[in-house]
């Protein structure tokens, strides 16, 4: 793994780890987020929330660089992160973990492979460490006993786990996390909760998480951010508990209905 | 205490790592170590093998080592300490990490030690031969069960269909033949062209020797009509529909969109098999056709530039030779080759499990046993047509 921050930016001297200026992006010619802009100091945990199809995986997707801004600019560590189509900076993304929705895993791969393949990528260490390292990386994620196997073997919460595994494969200082906690059954989800929250706490790591998952959001993260549809902007910034009491009548009432749901079941 | 890990390190990358390993005595089975500095992925390999050669000195049972000025500054420091607590255990050595954060003592006692001697990253190793013959004859009862199965669900699909021609999906048909036959006739005729200009160029140089040049137009009709028209255009068929067929069946059965039909009360079978055994049926015939005419216009061509025959001439000779019961011949076989394209394809798409490696296996192989059914097809045509003329 590789600095993370350039000379120019130094977290003593204030320098956000992530940096979104006036970001307008989307697909064709339909911006879905327009001139958004936020900064996230290292150590946050920020979940960013709002209802379907309001643009939070195009958030994802234009912060690690898959999506290109038609507008603005997303700064990782003093890096201006620009989304090409063959691969993208690696020594920055040697820095980055990502977990996508889908887990992603590579389906020609056993678990292990999975887990070992960035570690194999950006290090050179050697095969028993990077087996030892695969083995407490799956323990620390439940997955003990499943190296061998193949990701279609596992349940859509087990391969989740194992693709946050593989995420954390390197102990990136920064985490995006697409829906870590959906598809996943209560348990598993407080479990998947409290690793994310132990990452943040031993790592320092910086963990962004798109989620819609109300527990989620009140048990990992510090600070959120609501995306509205129909402005496409930021809406609500600040943490989830204050947002749940927001004076805005949109921010209040995906909260509130939320929990309602959450409370119905006897 | 120190933190389970500290990415302070990332802030002063140039700054070296270092870490030192002091033995403190102890009783006579005992040793104590203090380790200090700061273990990473840079120097973890390192640390690893002077532990390990220090507690290679001495045969001991009580193994003390000192972690809590040990800064471990990424997975790595764990990871060894792992290495360290199995090898103490594959000796039979009690390991007590002192000043461990419990975290750690917790992570590292959730793990079973037996897992990281297994290798992990390496293939398990091929059972012995008579148990992979024993497997492979259980795949072969298995994929020809399958393909029994596979096969009578068609044929119970089209007597639903017959029974009930409104549950078949007839509306993709003109489509799955645009796709299938119309896009494929481009490639088809600039194949079959080049198929019958070479025999002919071929024929040429041979027949030119024994002043027998006007055979040319009778080798080329009938080698393309009843064998290299019909052959090609299914081998160019398979190559286009069928893996397309099982690479489309195979994603769907990956989306569990094949499980979605199925829990709708919908059969896949009549759903997406039979349109593409109709299309495939209907458009093959026709692409042949295509490849018959194309490869004699080639052969006429190149004889009537390399033996000096005029067109008139060449298509005499071919009327003269050709039969329509030939051309009949071959577009009968044609039809049977897109038939067998379409349910080896579809079956193929079926038979896909897991994910993307999944479908390419899938999507490969079944070109190849559309290849191979196809040569064993052609064979027995070529016997039946010999027995049994018409």
């Known amino acids: 793994m590789t600095a993370l921050y350039t000379d120019s930016c ?15 992006v989307g697909y064709g010619d339909v911006p879905l987020l327009e001139d958004v802009s936020f900064e996230i100091p290292q150590g946050q945990i920020v979940a960013v929330l709002g209802r379907s199809g309001c643009g939070k995986t195009t958030l994802f997707k234009s912060l690690v660089g898959l999506l290109e801004p038609s507008q603005g600019e997303v700064i990782l560590a003093g890096h201006k992160v620009r989304a090409r189509e063959e691969s993208l900076d690696a020594e920055l993304m040697s820095n980055i973990g990502v977990l996508f929705q889908s887990g992603a895993l590579f389906s020609s791969m056993t678990v292990a492979e999975n887990v070992a393949f960035p570690l194999r990528q950006y290090t050179s260490l050697s095969t028993a460490a990077i087996e030892a390292l695969i083995v407490l990386k799956l323990a620390e994620v439940g997955l003990s006993g499943y190296e061998r196997y193949m990701p279609s073997d596992l349940s859509g919460g087990m391969q989740k786990r194992a693709a946050l595994a593989r995420a954390m494969a390197l102990d990136p200082p920064i985490l995006f996390l697409d829906e870590p906690s959906a598809g996943l059954d209560p348990v598993s989800s407080a479990e998947l909760d409290e690793t994310i929250r132990r990452i943040n706490t031993h790592l320092g790591s910086t963990i962004v998480l798109i989620t819609h998952e109300l527990a989620t959001i009140f048990a990992v993260a510090h600070r959120a951010l609501m995306i509205d549809k129909s402005e496409r902007k930021i809406i609500g910034d600040g943490p989830p508990w204050e947002l749940a009491e927001s004076s805005d009548e949109r921010i209040r009432e995906f909260f509130t209905r939320g929990s309602t749901i959450a409370k119905r079941n006897p | 205490m120190t933190p389970l890990n500290d990415l302070n390190h990332l802030l002063e990358p140039e700054a070296p790592l270092t870490f030192s390993l002091t033995p403190q005595g102890g009783t006579f089975d005992e040793i104590h170590v203090k380790l200090e500095g700061a273990v990473s992925s840079a120097n973890v390999d390192e640390f690893l093998t002077e532990i390990k050669t220090e507690l290679a000195k001495e045969p001991l049972k009580n193994v003390r080592l000192d972690v809590s000025d040990l800064n471990l500054l990424d997975g790595s420091g764990p990871a060894a300490l792992l290495r360290i607590k199995a090898l103490c255990a594959a000796e039979d050595n009690n390991l007590t990490l002192l000043g461990a954060h419990p975290e750690l003592i917790e992570l590292l006692d959730a793990v079973d030690l037996e897992i990281l001697d297994s290798g992990i990253l390496h293939p398990r190793p091929d059972p012995n031969l ?22 009578g669900a068609i044929i119970l699909g089209f007597i639903g269909v017959i029974k009930q021609p409104s549950t078949a999906r007839w509306e993709s048909i003109p489509k799955l033949i645009e796709r299938n036959g ?21 024929a040429a140089i041979q027949l ?46 990956v989306k569990q969109e094949i499980d979605a039909l199925r829990v709708m009360g919908i059969d896949p079978v009549r759903y997406l098999v039979l349109p593409r055994i109709i299309a495939v049926g209907f458009s093959t015939p026709c692409l042949t056709l295509f490849a018959n005419c194309l490869g004699i216009i080639g052969g006429c061509l190149v004889a009537m530039i390399s033996l000096d025959l005029t067109p008139t001439v060449f298509f ?4 003269r030779v050709l039969e329509v019961t030939d051309v009949i011949k071959g ?20 038979q896909v499990r897991g994910g993307a490696e999944s479908v390419g296996s899938a999507t490969t192989s079944a070109v190849v046993t559309c290849i191979f059914v196809l040569t064993i097809t052609d064979a027995l045509f070529a016997v039946v047509y010999h027995y049994y003329r018409f």
Do not use: W, Y
């Open chain 2, 316 to 319: 005499n000779q071919v009327h």
């Open chain 1, 10 to 24: 130094r977290p003593e001297d204030g320098c956000p780890i992530i940096q979104v200026n006036n970001l307008t």
């Open chain 2, 182 to 202: 119309v896009d494929a006739a481009p490639l088809v005729c600039a194949l079959g062209f080049l198929m019958g200009a070479v025999l002919a160029f071929q």
């Open chain 2, 130 to 151: 008579l148990v992979q013959i024993g497997d492979a004859v259980q795949t072969l009862r298995k994929m020809a069960s399958d393909i029994i199965v596979f096969i």
């Open chain 2, 331 to 350: 577009l009968i076989k044609s039809f049977v080759f897109g038939l067998e394209i379409a349910v080896i394809g579809c079956h193929r798409g079926f």
């Open chain 2, 208 to 253: 030119r020797k024994f002043g027998a040049n006007i055979f040319v137009a009778d080798l080329v009709s009938l080698s393309v009509t009843l064998e290299m028209g019909p052959l090609m255009t299914a081998i160019i068929v398979s190559g286009r529909s069928g893996a397309a067929f099982a690479s489309q069946i195979g994603a769907m059965h």
